[in-house]
């Protein structure tokens, strides 16, 4: 990890490790750093290896070949965000089985009649849910009408009171 002994200045590594633990939620990295993506990568595993608590912090810190006095901040880096990267990392392994989903999106619409009946008059809820399953995104669309929506309602909120 050449590339991490060359850093001096507390203000890049924290910019750096900041990228590495973005790129655990796959977000883009930085085109400044877009050359290093490897080793981004490799500081973004080891830092879900920590999260997971698959290594200890004095573990941790041997994977930076970096001057003692900016060690600390490998670890303020990622402590900081532990409960978010941990969370991350729970919601992708139990979406690897089903989709877990992430976002719920719906509309309303009224249909004032069909090609077989021009006086029908019906509601229907057409529900959006965005899901992740593994690293994937995933939409399952469904459209109810509101009595099929009232029971909905009615076991989501049996479910969430037990």
Known sequence: MEFLSNIKEKDELLA??????????KKETSKKYSKYSEELDYISNVYTEYCSDKITKSELLEYFPIEEDLKEYVVKAIELR???????LIDLHNSSQIPLMKFLDWDLNFVLGN????????????????????????????????DMLNKMIQELELVSNS
């Open 115 to 146: 090609s077989l009946l021009a006086s029908f008059r019906q509601q229907f809820a057409t529900l959006i849910f965005n899901c992740m399953k593994g690293k994937e995104t995933e939409f399952i669309s469904v459209e109810i009408n509101r």
């Open 82 to 88: 532990k409960p978010k990267v941990f969370q991350h």
């Open 16 to 25: 750096i490790l900041h990228i590495a633990i973005d790129r655990i939620y």
